[in-house]
């Protein structure tokens, strides 16, 4: 065999040695699922600042990467999730992915305009009083076209009576300077933070349940604005 032809095999062979003795590590997936003990210990507040920091990594492409087949085996015999999110029926608005959470962390609700009616308030009473869960978080977005179907005044088989339970949040929004109408953005954001915090008042109101325990510091009720643009979360007062 020639040499030239014989100095690359060498190398080649040195290279698979080398390799095989140092095989690239591929990085462990998170397949850890919250049990019961970790959900108990948990604050409100603790969970607020977990579901900000999520979000922070969202934003910034740094997700948790998870082994999502090994936490649906290991959330089967029971859930323990940390808070329920009230959010619009958006497809643009993955609830666990904006906070970075995995199976078994989150109760989600989602109906167009994220506003409440018995079933959500029910289901949100179920969650916290029953399952444990810390914090109701409700989520309004950018662009939401629930919003500017109720701003547009849509009339359309019963999209209109959905509609009727987001009109409060346009009448509170009058005083708004400038064009009141679905194309002009920032008043369709004017409108959807105030139907976030009518939906806030509506929890309150409507659920004396989710009301004490809020009172007693055992859950707390909060609200935020997601923008579309840039995966980044708002959070009302």
Do not use: W
């Not at 095999?9 to 040195?14: D, T």
């Not at 390799?19 to 919250?34: F, G, M, W």
């Not at 992915?97 to 305009?113: C, E, L, P, S, T």
Request: hydrophobic share 40%.
């Amino acid at each position: 065999m020639k040499l030239n032809t014989l100095i690359p095999l060498c190398l080649l062979a040195i290279a698979a040695i080398i390799i095989a003795r140092n095989p690239k590590e591929e990085p462990l997936l998170d397949s850890h699922v919250t049990t019961a003990e970790e959900q108990a210990k948990l604050t409100p507040d603790e969970v607020l600042k977990q579901f900000k920091d999520g979000n922070q990594r969202f934003h910034a492409g740094k997700e948790t990467r998870r082994n999502h087949s090994e936490q649906v085996r290991k959330s089967a015999p029971g859930q323990f999730p940390k808070a329920m999110v009230l959010s619009c029926l958006d497809s643009r608005v993955p609830v666990e992915d904006v906070f970075d959470q995995g199976i078994g962390d989150v109760f989600v609700g989602r109906v167009a305009g994220n506003f409440v009616n018995e079933d959500l308030l029910g289901s949100m009473e179920f969650a916290c009083k029953v399952a444990g869960a810390k914090m109701i978080l409700v989520m309004g977005h950018q662009h939401c076209g629930a919003i500017k179907g109720a701003i547009d005044d849509v009339k359309l088989g019963n999209i209109t009576a959905m509609l009727a339970k987001i009109k409060p949040a346009v009448a509170a929004s009058q005083g708004f300077e400038g064009e009141k109408k679905p194309t002009n953005t920032e008043f369709v954001k004017r409108v959807a933070v105030n139907n976030v915090k009518n939906t806030l008042g509506q929890i309150r109101e409507k659920s004396p349940i989710l009301k004490e325990m809020e009172e007693k510091g055992q859950i707390k009720i909060v609200g935020a604005f997601y923008r579309l643009t840039d995966g980044t979360l708002e959070f009302i007062e």
